[in-house]
């Protein structure tokens, strides 16, 4: 264990990485997954089918797979070449989560009542200004249990990316066991720990969030 607190600051540097890939995933993944929702129940067949057909693809393949995807098959046909690590990493980890995001939205979507949309037609509003301001905010509020398990499950989703070289908090973690295969145990508790405060702040923000758009009600 010497090893590991000897050089806490790799500690520390891997779970501000897993951080930045969380953040970073977390976005892409709610704004690719807010246009995937907008487009499934949008009123254009084309786009309906796109995104389904994303949406089914996607969710039924593995994260490994579109890491190696993102890692070493999209460089072999001149696509994300000299691209840094974090930032293959974020598009691996958000094209794989949008679809989750997109299923939570539409999820929320068929919550609001159909006479509020049927309404905002009625007064002249095209689709796109009634999802931005009727469907899409009432159905964030609906969401967000189903959109914080997600977000929760994406976060322990980026230790996938540690087999492709990202020093994030799962490499680290099998760099010091690689090095203290006695403390592989007390290790492993750390890392664990780390992994758990990140979700718990997660898991707060979104009753937070809840409390705060139920009082405003």
Known sequence: MEDVFSHFDLVLKAFWLTVQLAFLSGVAA???GTALAAMRVGPIAVLRWVAATYVTL???TPLLVMCVFVFF?????GLLTGTPFLI???IAVSLYTAPFVAESLRSGVNAV???QAEAARAIGMTFGQNMRHVVLPQAFRA????????LIAMTKNTSVVAVFGLAEATFRM????????????????I???GYIVLVELISLGAVGLERRWKAAR
């Open 58 to 60: 996607v969710r039924n």
């Open 191 to 193: 890392f664990a720990i």
């Open 30 to 32: 709610l704004v690719l």
């Open 113 to 115: 009542p159909l006479g």
């Open 73 to 77: 098959a999209a460089p072999n046909v």
């Open 88 to 90: 293959k990493g974020t």
């Open 174 to 189: 099998r760099y010091f066991v690689n090095r203290n295969a006695d403390d592989t145990m007390l290790i492993f508790v």
């Open 143 to 150: 969401s967000v249990p189903p959109l914080a398990s997600t």
